[in-house]
């Protein structure tokens, strides 16, 4: 999937469930669906798009430390797609990678805690899946 595909995809969604990411979180919100490779985009949106504010808040009171970790984290990033991949750069800024680590690693959010009750439905399954 292109990133204009990509970039369209997560607005229409974010437009569309009222999320209330801003340009720039959606830029990044692309750029971390293209690191970790365009056929996750509809778990990857719904998961980012959802816990986003929440997310982009706790980011915000990171401590040197732990922005130390997320430069040290770029710099493997780097260094991997350099010796491995020598066309190839990642984009992820500084706060992509953050968010992203968020994600994987973070305590969940309220939304993935209330969430967390809920079964997923068949049709949610479905959409998850690409194939509804």
Excluded at 4 to 9: H, M, Q, S, T, W
Excluded at 71 to 82: C, F, P, R, V
Excluded at 84 to 108: K, N, P, T, V
């Amino acid at each position: 999937m292109t990133r204009k595909k990509l970039y369209e995809y997560v607005v229409d969604q974010n437009d569309m469930n009222g999320y209330g990411v801003d340009a720039d979180g959606i830029e990044c919100a692309v750029d971390i669906m293209e690191f970790v490779g365009g056929d996750l985009y509809r778990p990857l949106t719904r998961l980012l798009l959802s816990n986003w504010k929440e997310i982009a808040q706790r980011i915000e009171q990171y401590t040197q430390e732990q922005w130390d970790y997320v430069h040290s984290i770029a710099a493997n990033i780097q260094h991997t797609l350099e010796s491995e991949h020598s066309d190839e750069r990642h984009h992820l800024s500084d706060q992509g990678i953050a968010i992203f680590l968020e994600m994987l690693e973070g305590e969940d959010t309220t939304t993935q805690t209330l969430q967390g009750d809920t079964p997923i439905t068949e049709e949610e399954l479905r959409r998850i899946r690409g194939k509804g």
